[in-house]
C-alpha cells in the first residue's frame, strides 16, 4: 500500500512514499536498491547488516515512570526509570528524523495468536530491513483484516539510524531503546540491531498479560500427538531452546516467546529468530531448510561471487542470526496455539560440568530453577586459564521481565499445579569435567532425552537424589548411555567433581538471596544444600 492510500499523520510524520506490509518481494527490491550492505544468498534469503551494534543494548532500555505503573514495575537495571518529559524529547527526536526520510515503511500486525488476547501493533520505520523482520515476527493480518484494523494498541518508532542526545539526561550513550506503557510507544534511537523490535512488543506483553491473569513466558514450544502432548522449553542464548523444540515429530507452537492463559498456551510471535553460528542441515535441518526466499539473514558471512552462506564466519559477529515466518518449519501448526503443558523443560549450559543430563523436580525445586533461571557462559581466556561464569536470569529472560519475578513464579506454579504438568531440568552443556577439560553433551543424547520426557519414559524411571542440589536423577534412559547419567561419575576424579559441585551450589544460593524476601520457605528450602558463597 502506498502513500496515496495511507499515511501518518496521526504520528505526526508527513512522508509521502510509504510502504503499508507490501509483500516481501517488494523489501527485496527497496533493500537491493536503498540499504546498503544487502544482498541476496544463494538459498534465497535476504543478507543484511545492523551496523555497529550486533545485539541487543540492554543497558539502554528504558521504561518510562507514571503513576499508572509505577508500584508495578521491577525497578532497577532491568528496567531503568525515564521520565515523561526526557521520553518527548526522544520521541520527538524519532519523528523529526523519520520526516526527513524519503520513504518509509509500516508493518501493521498481531501479538498474540489468541483473539481474545492479541495486541495490534504498528512498526514505522526507516529500512527495508526492519519492515521485513517485522512482517517476519508479527502475525500476518489477513487482507480483510488489515483493511479493518483501525488504530494500533502499540506504535514502534524506529529511527535506529540516528543517535539519541548522550547529553539529555537520563542517557547513557547515543543508543536509547524507551517503552511507555501508558502512551503505548516505543521509541529506538542509535541501534539499528532488529531484535530491538521484536523484544519491545515483547515487553509490553510481559506486562498486559499478567494484568488479565495470562502468563507470558520466554519459551518454546511444541505439541506431540494432540493437545494433550505439550511441552514448554525454558532457556537463555545458547542452551537448544529453538534447536529443541524444532523437532520434525511434534508440531511447532513458536521458538520463543508465549503466553498462557485459562484455555492453553498461544504464540506471541508470526516467525522464529533463530541463531545460524555453525547452522548445519544434518544437526538442524529443520532451521536450515527455513532459510530461504523471505528470510532474513542477519550478519552472516557469505561469498560474494557464489553468494553462498558461510554459518561458520563469526567475523562481524557470533549472534549471527536468521528470521523467518513460522510456516517455513514443515511441521508448524497454524494457527500457533495449543492446549496446556504436560511437561516444562529448563533449559541449561552448565559449563561447570556438575548438573546432569537429565533430573526430575519438584514443584518446588521448578519455582526456585525457574527464578534462579541459571545457566554459564565461558570466560575470556586470561595467563592461558579458561573459567566458566554462572549467570542467572530471572525466569530464564530477566532482560524482558517487567514485573518482579516472583509474580510470573507464582502463575507459573498455579498453572502447574492446576493442569498436573511435569517439571524438568536438562543440561545441554558440558559433562565429562569441567570446560576445557570435560565436552559437549552431544545433541543426539539430549534429543533422546527430550524425546523420553515426550513418550513418559521417564516419569517413573528409578531415580538418585543429588547430595547437593536435591533433585531426582533418572539412572536409565532410552538410548542414552547410563554412565553419561550420573555426572560424577564421568569425572576422573570424584573429589573435584564434589568440590565443584559445592561452588556451583554456593553461586546458586548466592544468587537467590534477593529474591527470598518474596520465596515462601518450601521454594527457598528447594535449593542446594549449602550455605552462601561469602
Same mark, same amino acid.
Given at each position: 500500500?502506498?502513500?496515496?492510500?495511507?499515511?501518518?499523520?496521526?504520528?505526526?510524520?508527513?512522508?509521502?512514499?510509504?510502504?503499508?506490509?507490501?509483500?516481501?518481494?517488494?523489501?527485496?527490491?527497496?533493500?537491493?536498491?536503498?540499504?546498503?550492505?544487502?544482498?541476496?544468498?544463494?538459498?534465497?534469503?535476504?543478507?543484511? +547488516?545492523?551496523?555497529?551494534?550486533?545485539?541487543?543494548?540492554?543497558?539502554?532500555?528504558?521504561?518510562?515512570?507514571?503513576?499508572?505503573?509505577?508500584?508495578?514495575?521491577?525497578?532497577?537495571?532491568?528496567?531503568?526509570?525515564?521520565?515523561?518529559?526526557?521520553?518527548?524529547?526522544?520521541?520527538? +527526536?524519532?519523528?523529526?528524523?523519520?520526516?526527513?526520510?524519503?520513504?518509509?515503511?509500516?508493518?501493521?500486525?498481531?501479538?498474540?495468536?489468541? #483473539?481474545? /488476547?492479541?495486541?495490534?501493533?504498528?512498526?514505522?520505520?526507516?529500512?527495508?530491513?526492519?519492515?521485513?523482520?517485522?512482517? @517476519?515476527?508479527?502475525?500476518?493480518?489477513?487482507?480483510?483484516?488489515?483493511?479493518?484494523?483501525?488504530?494500533?494498541?502499540?506504535?514502534?518508532?524506529?529511527?535506529?539510524?540516528?543517535?539519541?542526545?548522550?547529553?539529555?539526561?537520563?542517557?547513557?550513550?547515543?543508543?536509547?531503546?524507551? !517503552?511507555?506503557?501508558?502512551?503505548?510507544?516505543?521509541?529506538?534511537?542509535?541501534?539499528?540491531?532488529?531484535?530491538?523490535?521484536?523484544?519491545?512488543?515483547?515487553?509490553?506483553?510481559?506486562?498486559?498479560?499478567?494484568?488479565?491473569?495470562?502468563?507470558?513466558?520466554?519459551? $518454546?514450544?511444541?505439541?506431540?500427538?494432540?493437545?494433550?502432548?505439550?511441552?514448554?522449553?525454558?532457556?537463555?542464548?545458547?542452551?537448544?531452546?529453538?534447536?529443541?523444540?524444532?523437532?520434525?515429530?511434534?508440531?511447532?507452537?513458536?521458538?520463543?516467546?508465549?503466553?498462557? $492463559?485459562?484455555?492453553?498456551?498461544?504464540?506471541?510471535?508470526?516467525?522464529?529468530?533463530?541463531?545460524? *553460528?555453525?547452522?548445519?542441515?544434518?544437526?538442524?535441518?529443520?532451521?536450515?531448510?527455513?532459510?530461504?526466499?523471505?528470510?532474513?539473514?542477519?550478519?552472516?558471512?557469505?561469498?560474494?561471487?557464489?553468494?553462498?552462506?558461510?554459518?561458520?564466519?563469526?567475523?562481524?559477529?557470533?549472534?549471527?542470526?536468521?528470521?523467518?515466518?513460522?510456516?517455513?518449519?514443515?511441521?508448524?501448526?497454524?494457527?500457533?496455539?495449543?492446549?496446556?503443558?504436560?511437561?516444562?523443560?529448563?533449559?541449561?549450559?552448565?559449563?561447570?560440568? !556438575?548438573?546432569?543430563?537429565? $533430573?526430575?523436580?519438584?514443584?518446588?525445586?521448578?519455582?526456585?530453577?525457574?527464578?534462579?533461571?541459571?545457566?554459564?557462559?565461558?570466560?575470556?581466556?586470561?595467563?592461558?586459564?579458561?573459567?566458566?561464569?554462572?549467570?542467572?536470569?530471572?525466569?530464564?529472560?530477566?532482560?524482558?521481565?517487567?514485573?518482579? #519475578?516472583?509474580?510470573?513464579?507464582?502463575?507459573?506454579?498455579?498453572?502447574?499445579?492446576?493442569?498436573?504438568?511435569?517439571?524438568?531440568?536438562? @543440561?545441554?552443556?558440558?559433562?565429562?569435567?569441567?570446560?576445557?577439560?570435560?565436552?559437549?553433551?552431544?545433541?543426539?543424547?539430549?534429543?533422546?532425552? *527430550?524425546?523420553?520426557?515426550?513418550?513418559?519414559?521417564?516419569?517413573?524411571?528409578?531415580?538418585?537424589?543429588?547430595?547437593?542440589?536435591?533433585?531426582?536423577?533418572?539412572?536409565?534412559?532410552?538410548?542414552?548411555?547410563?554412565?553419561?547419567?550420573?555426572?560424577?561419575?564421568?569425572?576422573?576424579?570424584?573429589?573435584? /567433581?564434589?568440590?565443584?559441585?559445592?561452588?556451583?551450589?554456593?553461586?546458586?544460593?548466592?544468587?537467590?538471596?534477593?529474591?527470598?524476601?518474596?520465596?515462601?520457605?518450601?521454594?527457598?528450602?528447594?535449593?542446594?544444600?549449602?550455605?552462601?558463597?561469602?
Amino acid at each position: 500500500m502506498a502513500a496515496k492510500e495511507f499515511n501518518l499523520s496521526k504520528h505526526d510524520i508527513n512522508v509521502e512514499k510509504i510502504f503499508r506490509n507490501p509483500a516481501p518481494a517488494t523489501f527485496y527490491e527497496e533493500a537491493i536498491k536503498y540499504d546498503s550492505g544487502s544482498a541476496i544468498a544463494k538459498n534465497g534469503a535476504l543478507i543484511v +547488516r545492523s551496523g555497529k551494534r550486533t545485539g541487543r543494548s540492554p543497558a539502554d532500555k528504558r521504561v518510562v515512570n507514571t503513576p499508572d505503573v509505577s508500584d508495578n514495575i521491577w525497578w532497577g537495571d532491568i528496567n531503568i526509570s525515564l521520565d515523561e518529559h526526557t521520553f518527548n524529547i526522544n520521541h520527538q +527526536r524519532a519523528t523529526d528524523y523519520l520526516n526527513t526520510c524519503e520513504r518509509l515503511y509500516v508493518i501493521d500486525g498481531f501479538a498474540g495468536w489468541d #483473539p481474545k /488476547y492479541r495486541l495490534k501493533v504498528r512498526i514505522i520505520a526507516e529500512r527495508p530491513y526492519h519492515g521485513l523482520f517485522m512482517h @517476519n515476527m508479527l502475525i500476518r493480518p489477513t487482507e480483510e483484516e488489515l483493511e479493518n484494523f483501525g488504530e494500533p494498541d502499540f506504535v514502534v518508532y524506529n529511527a535506529g539510524k540516528f543517535p539519541a542526545n548522550k547529553y539529555t539526561e537520563g542517557m547513557t550513550s547515543d543508543a536509547s531503546v524507551d !517503552v511507555n506503557f501508558n502512551r503505548g510507544e516505543m521509541v529506538i534511537l542509535g541501534t539499528e540491531y532488529a531484535g530491538e523490535m521484536k523484544k519491545g512488543v515483547f515487553t509490553v506483553m510481559h506486562y498486559l498479560m499478567p494484568i488479565k491473569n495470562v502468563l507470558s513466558m520466554h519459551c $518454546s514450544a511444541n505439541e506431540g500427538k494432540d493437545k494433550d502432548d505439550v511441552a514448554l522449553f525454558f532457556g537463555l542464548s545458547g542452551t537448544g531452546k529453538t534447536t529443541l523444540s524444532a523437532d520434525n515429530s511434534r508440531k511447532l507452537i513458536g521458538d520463543d516467546e508465549h503466553c498462557w $492463559s485459562d484455555d492453553g498456551v498461544f504464540n506471541i510471535e508470526g516467525g522464529c529468530y533463530a541463531k545460524t *553460528i555453525n547452522l548445519s542441515e544434518e544437526n538442524e535441518p529443520e532451521i536450515f531448510n527455513a532459510i530461504k526466499f523471505g528470510t532474513v539473514l542477519e550478519n552472516v558471512g557469505y561469498d560474494e561471487n557464489s553468494r553462498v552462506v558461510d554459518y561458520k564466519d563469526v567475523s562481524i559477529t557470533q549472534n549471527t542470526r536468521a528470521s523467518y515466518p513460522i510456516e517455513y518449519i514443515d511441521n508448524a501448526k497454524v494457527p500457533c496455539e495449543t492446549g496446556h503443558p504436560k511437561n516444562i523443560i529448563f533449559l541449561t549450559y552448565d559449563a561447570f560440568g !556438575v548438573l546432569p543430563p537429565v $533430573s526430575k523436580l519438584t514443584p518446588e525445586q521448578a519455582m526456585y530453577h525457574f527464578i534462579s533461571g541459571y545457566t554459564a557462559k565461558v570466560a575470556g581466556t586470561e595467563m592461558g586459564v579458561t573459567e566458566p561464569q554462572a549467570t542467572f536470569s530471572a525466569c530464564f529472560g530477566a532482560a524482558f521481565l517487567v514485573w518482579p #519475578p516472583a509474580k510470573y513464579a507464582e502463575m507459573l506454579a498455579e498453572k502447574m499445579r492446576k493442569h498436573g504438568s511435569n517439571a524438568w531440568l536438562v @543440561n545441554t552443556g558440558i559433562t565429562g569435567g569441567p570446560y576445557g577439560t570435560g565436552s559437549r553433551m552431544d545433541l543426539k543424547s539430549t534429543r533422546a532425552i *527430550i524425546n523420553a520426557i515426550h513418550a513418559g519414559e521417564l516419569q517413573d524411571a528409578p531415580t538418585v537424589t543429588d547430595d547437593v542440589f536435591g533433585f531426582e536423577i533418572p539412572t536409565e534412559c532410552p538410548n542414552v548411555k547410563s554412565e553419561i547419567l550420573q555426572p560424577r561419575n564421568t569425572w576422573d576424579n570424584a573429589v573435584e /567433581y564434589d568440590k565443584q559441585a559445592e561452588k556451583l551450589g554456593r553461586l546458586f544460593a548466592k544468587n537467590f538471596e534477593k529474591y527470598k524476601a518474596d520465596s515462601s520457605d518450601e521454594i527457598i528450602n528447594a535449593g542446594p544444600k549449602v550455605g552462601v558463597e561469602a
